[in-house]
């Protein structure tokens, strides 16, 4: 062929780096063993039963869940020096994104730690819609 050698030639960051290799083939290991999709169904369910709690809260405008994906939106984006100190004092570390407090759970999450996450949630955004505008 006559194209020159190096038009397909990249190198990201990780390529052929030995240690991500092995930490992919672990990955897809873990996803292929390990009946990811019902446990992804499992959190799904649990989130969209706790969450359901959030609808009593006069701010939220919408509570859904999607996968291991957990959304409580509220009507104004929230003010991040607020409302962080409040999550941390609640025990969760989420970082709202305008008007989407949401979260993206690791498969591995247990019941009673997903239940302490959604719990954290719904108290800081009571706690945060009493404080003055």
């Known amino acids: ?70 959304v409580i939106e509220v009507k104004e984006n929230v003010d991040l020096k607020k409302i962080q100190p409040l999550f941390v004092e609640n025990g969760v570390w989420i970082r709202p994104f305008g008007k989407l407090i949401y979260v993206m759970l690791p498969y591995i999450i247990t019941q009673d730690e997903l239940s302490a996450l959604v719990k954290g949630m719904i108290k800081t955004i009571r706690m945060y819609d009493k404080i003055p505008s």
């Not at 030639?9 to 240690?19: A, K, R, Y």
């Not at 405008?61 to 291991?68: E, F, I, Q």
């Open 1 to 70: 062929s006559s194209a020159s050698p190096y038009v397909f030639m990249h190198g990201p960051t990780f390529m052929g780096n030995p240690l991500a290799c092995a930490v992919a083939c672990a990955s897809l290991e873990l996803v292929t063993g390990n009946s990811v999709l019902e446990k992804i169904g499992k959190i799904e369910a649990q989130l969209k039963t706790e969450l359901q709690e959030a609808w009593d809260i006069n701010s939220v405008t919408d509570v859904r869940a999607l996968g291991a994906i957990g």
